[in-house]
């Protein structure tokens, strides 16, 4: 029976600011194939009932299980220990995010972002007597935007980010990029002066650090940049579209 070794970065601070960090390693036997996510479920119910960790992949809620995993941003429920290619699996929470405990981080201000550009379908109209129909041409624009998963990867790698407590961050642009685009919305007005400043899409360096990090492939970059222009066109134009 084939083994795995996991190195495991640890956080407990409980223990002290001094001894609150450490590397564990386990080693976990598997018949076939083995996800991380099962790896660590293993490890948890086996070796080590301490081990913290978030995921709610079982609840079809995806994203929550996004970890730092030998050097790259993926979702433990869906790296196979056979695409890793790695002799030791080191799995580490997402850096530059506060830790609550373990592989756990604290995702409290990058949902009070998302929050924050108003992520949800806003009509002024009065309540149609039917659904609101798209062109298959206005329903391709949401293609990309609306396979976001919120797992806090692009965030957790963009220097702006990083140097910026403000900064909205590539997720939440990316969900005001997608309602702004979206025929249907009709709250560009309202949910513009959110994103449209020194915290939104100014503060992009189109670094693309988002893109890369990004484990469904999608381009927050692009979206942003389309908010900067839509910015422009409001100035120049009066209008955004």
């Given at each position: 029976m084939p083994e795995a070794k996991f190195h495991i970065k640890r956080y407990d601070p409980?223990?002290?600011?001094?001894?609150?960090?450490?590397?564990?390693?386990?080693?976990?036997?598997?018949?076939?194939?083995?996800?991380?996510?099962?790896?660590?479920?293993?490890?948890?119910?086996?070796?080590?009932?301490?081990?913290?960790?978030?995921?709610?992949?079982?609840?079809?809620?995806?994203?929550?299980?996004?970890?730092?995993?030998?050097?790259?941003?993926?979702?433990?429920?869906?790296?196979?220990?056979?695409?890793?290619h790695a002799d030791v699996i080191t799995v580490e929470p997402m850096p530059h995010l506060p830790l609550v405990k373990d592989l756990v981080c604290d995702m409290s201000d990058f949902f009070a972002k998302y929050e924050y550009v108003k992520p949800w379908l806003i009509r002024n109209s009065a309540a149609p007597e039917r659904e609101i129909l798209q062109s298959p041409e206005e329903r391709k624009k949401?293609?990309?935007?609306?396979?976001?998963?919120?797992?806090?990867?692009?965030?957790?790698?963009?220097?702006?980010?990083?140097?910026?407590?403000?900064?909205?961050g590539p997720a939440a642009l990316l969900k005001a990029y997608r309602f702004e685009v979206d025929s249907r919305d009709e709250a560009s007005k309202v949910r513009m002066p959110s994103w449209d400043n020194e915290r939104g899409d100014y503060r992009c360096h189109t670094i693309t650090n988002c893109v890369e990090a990004c484990p469904k492939e999608l381009n927050p970059t692009e979206g942003i940049q389309w908010l900067k222009m839509a910015a422009v066109r409001r100035r120049l134009f009066g209008r955004s579209r």
């Open positions: 409980a223990r002290g600011e001094k001894d609150a960090s450490r590397y564990d390693d386990f080693v976990v036997s598997y018949d076939s194939s083995l996800t991380v996510l099962e790896g660590l479920f293993s490890i948890q119910e086996q070796q080590d009932g301490s081990l913290a960790f978030r995921y709610c992949c079982r609840a079809s809620i995806c994203g929550s299980c996004a970890m730092y995993i030998n050097g790259k941003y993926r979702l433990a429920c869906q790296t196979n220990l056979r695409h890793v949401l293609d990309m935007p609306i396979d976001c998963i919120l797992c806090g990867a692009c965030y957790s790698s963009c220097p702006s980010v990083w140097t910026e407590d403000n900064y909205l």
